[in-house]
C-alpha cells in the first residue's frame, strides 16, 4: 500500500493556454466535457518569463465564470524579481484564483541549465513561501459568522490558499539521488505546500514505491498521481524529450503493433486505465490526468475505472 489517506477518490485535469483562434475554440468545446463531469480542480501552465500570462489568466477566469470549483494556476520562479512575482501572485489572487502549482521552473528555451535563468527566488520552496505571505498581507483577517448566533462575527485569520507542488516518483533530472528528491518534496511541505501532484510516471510500483518513502520521510500531504494516455508512439516520443524519462518499453512496443491512429489510441487509453486502477488500488486518493486540451481520452480513463458512473450518482 502506498500509504494515501483513505478518502472520497477524486480526479483532475491539466490544461495549457491555447495558442490561436482556433485552439482556443476547440479547448473551449472540449472544456464543456471536462466541467461536466464534475473534477476536483483544473489546473492551468503558465509559459517560462511569463510568455502566456495574459491567456493563461483569460482561461483561469472562464473556468471561474463556468465551474463550481476553483482552478489552479501553474506560477514558475523563472526570471522573476521578488516584487514582479508578489504582483502576478497578487494579480491571479485579485482575479479570485486560490490555488496555486509553484514551480521552480525550466530554463527558457535555448537557455543552459543552470540557475542564472532564475530570478530572486530559488527554488518551488521560496514561491511557496511568497504566495502565502502575499496572501497574508492582502487579507490578514476576515470575519466570520458565528453559528447559532444571527448577526454575530468573530475574527479569524485570513482565508488560506491551496498550493500544489510538483513530485518526482523517477527523480528530478538534476537531483543527485532520490533521497534528495524527497527531501526536496518535505522541504516544500514545510515551507507551506498542502498538496503534490506528481511528473509523469508509466508503471504503477514507480508511484507507490515513491509515496511509501515520502511517507516513511514524514510528508503527510496528499501526493497524486499525474497520468497521460499517450495516444501514438510519436507523442510518446515527443514526451520522453520533454521530461527525460526512461522509455516505458512495453508502452512503446503495444503502440508500435497496432497500426492507425484509432487503434494506437486505444492503447494508450487502456495502458492509462490500468495504470490508474493499479495505483488506485494501491492506496492513491484520485488522478491527475494531463490532457492535451483534449477531453476524448481523458474521459475514455475515467469511465473505464467508473469514475464517471461514481461522479454522476453521487
Same mark, same amino acid.
Given at each position: 500500500?502506498?500509504?494515501? !489517506? ?5 480526479? #483532475?485535469?491539466?490544461?495549457? !493556454? ?19 463531469? &464534475? ?5 492551468? @501552465?503558465?509559459?517560462?518569463?511569463? #510568455? ?9 477566469? $472562464? ?15 523563472? &526570471? ?13 489572487? *485579485?482575479?479570485?484564483? @486560490? ?12 537557455? $543552459? ?9 530559488? #527554488? ?7 504566495? $502565502? ?10 470575519? *466570520? ?63 507507490? &514505491?515513491? /509515496? ?6 514524514? /510528508? ?23 521530461? &527525460? ?39 492513491? #486518493? ?8 483534449? $477531453? ?12 464517471? /458512473? ?5
Amino acid at each position: 500500500m502506498s500509504g494515501e !489517506p483513505s478518502r472520497k477518490t477524486t480526479f #483532475s485535469f491539466e490544461l495549457y !493556454p491555447p495558442r490561436n483562434e482556433s485552439a482556443q475554440a476547440a479547448l473551449f468545446e472540449s472544456l464543456e466535457h471536462l466541467i461536466a463531469v &464534475g473534477p476536483e480542480f483544473i489546473s492551468v @501552465t503558465y509559459g517560462a518569463n511569463g #510568455s502566456s500570462r495574459t491567456t493563461s489568466l483569460a482561461l483561469l477566469a $472562464h473556468l471561474l465564470r463556468h465551474s463550481t470549483f476553483t482552478p489552479m494556476a501553474h506560477l514558475t520562479c523563472v &526570471g522573476s524579481s521578488t516584487a514582479e512575482a508578489s504582483r502576478l501572485i497578487r494579480e491571479f489572487l *485579485d482575479a479570485g484564483i @486560490t490555488s496555486f502549482l509553484a514551480l521552480r521552473g525550466d530554463p527558457p528555451q535555448g537557455a $543552459h541549465e543552470g540557475e542564472e535563468f532564475l530570478g530572486d527566488l530559488r #527554488s518551488a520552496g521560496e514561491l511557496v513561501q511568497l504566495i $502565502h505571505r502575499v496572501q497574508a498581507e492582502r487579507v490578514p483577517f476576515s470575519l *466570520d459568522p458565528v453559528p447559532g448566533f444571527p448577526g454575530a462575527k468573530r475574527v479569524e485569520k485570513g482565508h488560506k490558499v491551496t498550493i500544489a507542488v510538483a513530485a518526482f516518483p523517477n527523480g528530478h533530472p538534476n537531483s543527485r539521488s532520490a533521497e534528495q528528491d524527497i527531501d526536496t518534496l518535505l522541504a516544500k511541505e514545510a515551507a507551506g505546500a498542502n498538496l503534490a501532484i506528481t511528473q509523469l510516471f508509466f508503471h504503477a510500483d514507480e508511484y507507490l &514505491g515513491f /509515496v511509501e518513502k515520502a511517507r516513511e520521510a514524514g /510528508v503527510t500531504m496528499r501526493i497524486l498521481p499525474g497520468i497521460m494516455p499517450v495516444l501514438s508512439p510519436q507523442r510518446l516520443k515527443r514526451i520522453l524529450e520533454l521530461t &527525460g524519462e526512461a522509455n516505458p518499453v512495453d508502452l512503446e512496443r503495444a503502440l508500435l503493433a497496432v497500426e492507425g491512429p484509432e487503434a494506437q489510441a486505444a492503447v494508450g487509453i487502456g495502458h492509462a486505465a490500468a495504470l490508474g486502477r493499479e495505483v488506485l488500488d494501491g492506496g492513491a #486518493s484520485g488522478l491527475h490526468l494531463y490532457t492535451f486540451n483534449r $477531453h476524448e481520452a481523458v474521459l475514455a480513463v475515467l469511465e473505464r475505472l467508473g469514475l464517471l /458512473v461514481a461522479r454522476e450518482s453521487a
